[in-house]
């Protein structure tokens, strides 16, 4: 259970720093810093030294880590005896909520992003985020 929960765990602090990054980035105007190129940033896999494209490629790397997080807090959830119904049903709501995302966010970065997409992009960050945390929340109860 206690890999459970650290997974779960590092998986929210990992999504609150990536919906930060997101939010840097919006509120910068660095959301368009690698331009309509993903996964590359403008035809590199390394970012120019300018700040839009350095906070967008920091916010990339921070969703590639939290899908990966989701992905092994969903194979612990599985595969560890005594996990509760409910805590497997959250994390795999958790990794279909971030599946959505990532869809939405390569649509975002490849094909710009009008106001309400961004907004549905924010939306569904906190759908995730609440997954994620309610996940982390019945492994702490789970661990005793």
């Known amino acids: 259970m206690t890999r459970l929960y650290r997974l779960s765990l590092a998986t929210v602090l990992a999504t609150f720093a990536l919906i930060v990054v997101g939010s840097v980035a919006r509120l910068h105007r660095a959301g368009a810093g690698c331009g309509n190129d ?3 940033c403008n035809g ?4 120019p030294l300018a700040w839009e494209p ?4 920091i916010h990339r790397g921070l969703a590639l880590t939290v ?3 989701t992905a092994g807090t969903v194979i612990v959830a599985l595969r560890t005896p005594g996990v509760s119904r409910r805590a497997r049903v959250l994390a795999g709501a958790s990794l279909g909520a971030i599946a959505a995302q990532s869809a939405l ?3 975002v970065a490849r094909w ?3 106001p309400a997409i961004g ?3 924010l939306t569904l960050a906190m759908l995730f985020l609440a997954f994620a945390t309610a996940t982390a ?3 702490a109860a789970l661990r005793g």
């Open 38 to 40: 993903w996964p590359r």
């Open 44 to 47: 590199s896999w390394l970012p």
């Open 54 to 57: 350095i906070v967008e490629y």
């Open 67 to 69: 899908v990966g997080l």
């Open 105 to 107: 966010g390569g649509f």
């Open 112 to 114: 710009g992003a009008p």
């Open 119 to 121: 907004i549905g992009h």
């Open 137 to 139: 929340a019945g492994a």
